[in-house]
């Protein structure tokens, strides 16, 4: 029997994933966030998580590393040429041997597309939109934060959202919903106790006021407040200019062109509204056809796909 293995690193956690040739799966394991922008000691400790997981992985499967046939990973923050060969280098010296590493925001294609050529465009802790095409030319857009412009992950979310609420009861601006919908979710009673809120980022109540934010934010969206539904447009056009610039700087043969949607934004806590608009804006600017698939498995799934694809001789 002949052995693969998928890894989606991403910044808060690790999944490792032991297929067979049938690509059944053997055996799991998670670990910590393997994304080495993360770490102080940067490529070092990310490697070693990659490296310690791996081993837990055949372990749990009562197999070796040299039974495993080859191995696919999709790592958050490898963008560029250097991170690449700076993580593969320290795996070698590990001794980790026939294995492939790509940015984690293109393993998403390789996990929902039919074809094998579409679009991903994750919104999760982060932004990213990345292609494969027909011809196998790879592209990543987005993931650098304010310097490429990402919104519409949950941390952009929330921070407006918050924005939003703030203009309200501070600055007397345009009411909007989501300070009704906040000031119920947490029974603040006035303005002070709203910016006392803010003492959970610098506590381990952080991702609890994050998550309720984004909660906050869909809820008022699907009850069409005003500044909510205003947010919606620049999501739904950014990923819409995205998306098009794939379009045109890549070649997809076939219509309609696969858009994988992924990321917790997209998969866990999706609107209608916004899932609409951003059809529709896409459309519009890249007036071609499109088939929005929102990713229903695993984003490691799509190491096994490609692994079989291109890597199975």
């Not at 597309?113 to 494969?132: D, L, M």
């Not at 991702?207 to 934010?213: A, F, H, P």
């Not at 219509?255 to 608009?277: F, N, W």
Request: contains cysteine.
């Amino acid at each position: 029997m002949a052995f693969y293995i998928g890894v989606d690193g991403g910044g808060t956690k690790t999944e490792f994933a032991l297929y067979d040739e049938k690509k059944q799966l053997i055996a799991s394991v998670f670990g910590p966030g393997s994304n080495h922008e993360n770490y102080e000691e940067s490529f070092e400790k990310a490697a070693s998580v990659i490296w310690e997981g791996l081993n837990r992985l055949v372990d749990e499967a009562k197999i070796s590393l040299n039974d495993v046939k080859f191995t696919l990973m999709g790592l958050a923050g490898i963008d560029h040429s250097f991170q690449y060969d700076a993580m593969c280098e320290i795996l070698r010296k590990y001794g980790l041997e026939r294995f492939e590493i790509f940015n984690d925001g293109f393993i998403v294609v390789k996990a929902g597309s039919i074809s094998g050529a579409a679009i991903g465009y994750n919104c999760g802790t982060g932004t990213c939109c990345n292609a494969v095409d027909s011809k196998g030319r790879m592209l990543q857009l987005a993931g650098l934060g304010d310097f490429s412009g990402d919104v519409g992950n949950g941390q952009w979310i929330a921070i407006n959202t918050f924005k939003l609420v703030y203009d309200e009861v501070y600055l007397g601006l345009e009411k909007t919903l989501l300070t009704e919908l906040l000031f119920k979710r947490f029974d603040l009673k006035n303005r002070e106790s709203f910016l006392a809120l803010l003492e959970k980022i610098e506590r381990e109540q952080a991702n609890e006021l994050v998550m309720s934010l984004i909660s906050i934010f869909f809820e008022a969206v699907n009850r069409f407040d005003k500044r909510a539904l205003e947010l919606v447009e620049v999501m739904a056009m950014r990923g819409a200019q995205l998306i098009a610039a794939h379009c045109s700087q890549l070649n997809f043969e076939n219509d309609p062109v696969e858009v994988i949607l992924s990321g917790s934004i997209h998969t866990k806590l999706p609107s209608q509204v916004y899932i609409q608009r951003l059809e529709e804006k896409t459309e519009q600017l890249a007036q071609r056809e499109f088939k929005f698939i929102v990713l229903d498995k695993a984003p490691v799934y799509g190491c096994i796909n490609w692994i079989m694809q291109s890597y199975n001789d």
